[in-house]
């Protein structure tokens, strides 16, 4: 698995999750990743597209897109994940968001430390309701 960096054109290439091709408007997300975005490949197949997008200094919003075939990468995945989160340097709020219902995303949020703190009605671009989790870190 080679991690190279993002480009918008990257996301076109991934053969999305059920759950994530039917996210209306996901391109808000890609522009917003100003900071530090990475895509995952395997020979020249994009298993996952991952960043961090700026809210305001301190807060961030955590992204990924996840291809149908990513099942058997998934703990090498959340690793590489969980490194570029941990680059950040604190003191910092960092938030995911899941479609209320995706278990297969709430799975991989525990497993990257983030901890569920609410759900959200209509929040996600199709009006579809959202679980948001948090992660924390502090100053060094």
């Given at each position: 698995m080679n991690m190279i960096p993002f480009r918008a054109e990257h996301a076109?290439?991934?053969d999305l999750q059920a759950e994530q091709e039917r996210i209306e408007g996901i391109g808000?997300?890609?522009?917003?990743?100003?900071?530090?975005?990475?895509?995952?490949?395997?020979?020249?197949?994009?298993?996952?597209?991952?960043?961090?997008a700026a809210q305001w200094d301190g807060r961030y919003t955590a992204w990924t897109l996840i291809s149908r075939d990513a099942g058997?990468?998934?703990i090498r995945l959340t690793r590489m994940m969980?490194?570029?989160i941990e680059l950040f340097p604190g003191p910092w709020r960092m938030e995911a968001y899941v479609k209320t219902g995706f278990e297969a995303?709430?799975?991989?949020?525990?497993?990257?430390g983030f901890r569920f703190e609410t759900r959200a009605e209509k929040f996600m671009p199709d009006r579809s309701d959202a679980n948001i989790y948090v992660?924390?870190?502090?100053?060094?």
């Open positions: 076109a290439l991934i808000h997300v890609l522009e917003a990743a100003s900071n530090p975005a990475w895509t995952l490949q395997i020979a020249d197949k994009i298993i996952a597209c991952c960043g961090v058997p990468h998934m969980n490194r570029m995303g709430d799975r991989l949020m525990k497993a990257m992660r924390f870190k502090e100053a060094a």
